[in-house]
């Protein structure tokens, strides 16, 4: 079909991702100006499906946007009442005596995102705000200049041939005059713009961890609201960047995770694993015994912070939140840094509607001063758990003002090859807990994909899997992956790659660690993925 063919939509601004940047970003644009048209699209069947995090947040920009939240709240919001950090070994641990002050979040509440996310849309709405679930964007659209002039929606009813099925529908172009990129860490369509543009041209790679979360139910009387506990240590190395959070919340709920960073050398390590190794310590098993666990997920987690930031502005669009690269690593917070990015650019638009000089706004504002401060916390870990936390301790006591900023090099390079160094041998522990395996992990994510749909995630060479990289690697997407998309399957003519695309809950790791750069993660149809619930 022409391009003439397809339905176009015009609004002022169109924002991709209904995340806490998109939304909060829609919100400040319309209070400020209600006449600014202004539509969200978001790629998950309901907005907050496919949003998952921690998440204990910071209030301030929460207040200054809704300054009356507090009085009708998200369905999920406890306040945070207690913190703990805890040095794991293998049999028990050690809680350290001070909580780090990036982990102390008295004033702060434990919220789930994606329930958050969801009590957002509907203010959004009441302000004029178009919001569309399940439209995907597949592609930016640009002028003869090059200049972003919207994004294009991904077709429906393909089948995984390409060919068109009976109810085929084309996907409409959206037209703005200025595009949002709020997609989150490692959106798709800002990876293209940043090389397109050459966004990075100035800064480091970007560095990213992943985040894998379950929501459990447990019995009567194990559950003290508002308690938030943070562990270092096993099962992860010295040399594994690895760290776990466990909230608790009302009704006897407890949400808990494991963060991986993605810089990991080891070529065997299996970052669901861990997560699962953790939730078996003598310390947290007695938590969960006799539980079930409601919801499940993974997502990566955007790690690089200053150094890593790359230009937020390009000719009709710009960057907020996390798909900017704005998480506070040591604090292990982003939400609030994604309010305040998507307000300062609802604020430049106000007054331009020209994305010209969001940049330097954005350097010039508190989120960047947060992470200037922080900037060399996580890259100090590179050199193993103890010199890290020294590191930590330095950077903290001074605030950050070392005269040197430490380099973040890209998460896909870190790998050892097989038999280059001596991996840490694991001490791991018989498992009891649930869930058993990866596949049985995906059905509490409840993600859904159309079986014969175009492949979302496409692998440039497929021959490297089973020759340069079986040899090299021991084909780690087959362990990095949370949701065990990768098979390395042999039959009748030999081994092959096989995806079980329809596992996939759109973390993006495969996008990220795959050590030849040649899985790219692209949006399925619109709706598809997982189903998180409260995550």
């Not at 293209?192 to 379950?214: C, H, M, T, W």
């Not at 939140?321 to 638009?349: C, F, W, Y």
């Not at 998460?411 to 018989?430: F, I, P």
């Not at 040899?471 to 949701?483: I, L, M």
């Amino acid at each position: 079909m022409t391009d003439a063919e397809r339905d176009v939509m015009e609004y002022d601004v169109v924002t991709v991702g209904a995340g806490p940047a998109g939304l909060s970003f829609a919100i400040r644009l319309k209070q400020i100006n209600p006449d600014i048209s202004v539509c969200v699209i978001e790629k998950s069947s309901t907005i907050g499906a496919h949003i998952l995090s921690g998440a204990v947040i910071e209030p301030g920009p929460l207040d200054a946007l809704l300054p009356g939240w507090r009085d009708a709240p998200p369905p999920i919001c406890v306040a945070a009442k207690e913190d703990e950090f805890w040095h794991l070994n293998k049999t028990g641990g050690r809680k350290f005596p001070f909580v780090p002050p990036g982990m102390n979040n008295h004033g702060n509440f434990i919220v789930s995102l994606g329930a958050m996310c969801a009590w957002l849309a509907p203010q959004a709405e009441a302000l004029g705000v178009e919001i569309y679930p399940g439209f995907a964007a597949a592609e930016t659209l640009h002028d003869d200049q090059g200049k972003v002039i919207g994004v294009r929606i991904g077709d429906m009813g393909v089948a995984r041939d390409g060919s068109h099925k009976p109810g085929y529908t084309a996907g409409i172009d959206i037209h703005a005059k200025v595009t949002v990129l709020a997609e989150g860490a490692r959106g798709h369509l800002t990876k293209r713009l940043v090389k397109r543009f050459a966004l990075d041209n100035d800064s480091d790679p970007q560095g990213y961890s992943i985040g894998i979360k379950e929501l459990w139910q447990v019995p009567e009387g194990r559950v003290s609201a508002g308690k938030i506990v943070h562990t270092l240590g096993w099962p992860a190395d010295n040399r594994t960047y690895g760290g776990s959070f466990l909230y608790h919340l009302e009704n006897n709920q407890i949400a808990l995770g494991y963060v991986s960073g993605l810089d990991y050398k080891d070529p065997g390590y299996k970052p669901w694993e861990a997560f699962q190794q953790w939730k078996n310590h003598p310390l947290i098993a007695p938590l969960l015994e006799g539980g079930t666990i409601l919801s499940a997920g993974a997502r990566a987690i955007v790690t690089g912070g200053w150094q890593s930031l790359p230009k937020v502005e390009m000719p009709g669009a710009l960057l907020i939140g996390d798909t900017a690269g704005l998480l506070n690593v040591p604090k292990i917070k982003g939400t609030h840094q994604a309010i305040r990015s998507g307000m300062l650019a609802a604020e430049h638009l106000a007054q331009s509607m020209d994305p010209a000089g969001f940049d330097a706004k954005l350097r010039a504002s508190d989120a960047m001063k947060e992470l200037k401060r922080v900037r060399n916390i996580k890259p100090g870990f590179k050199k193993g758990l103890w010199f890290g936390m020294l590191n930590a301790g330095w950077e903290t006591v001074t605030g950050g003002l070392s005269p040197w900023t430490l380099k973040v090099k890209p998460d896909w390079s870190s790998l050892d090859k097989l038999g280059e160094h001596e991996q840490s041998k694991r001490d791991y522990v018989q498992r009891t807990l649930a869930p058993r395996d990866r596949l049985q992990a995906v059905y509490y994510a409840a993600t859904e994909h159309d079986e014969d749909q175009p492949v979302h995630l496409k692998v440039a060479d497929t021959s490297i899997c089973i020759t340069r990289c079986a040899e090299e690697y021991d084909n780690p997407c087959t362990r990095f992956c949370p949701a065990n998309v990768y098979e390395i399957v042999a039959d009748e003519t030999g081994k092959r790659l096989q995806i079980n695309a329809a596992n996939c809950v759109h973390c993006k790791t495969c996008d990220i660690k795959d050590p030849y750069e040649i899985i790219t993660w692209v949006t399925p149809e619109g709706g598809s993925g997982p189903n998180y619930q409260n995550l």
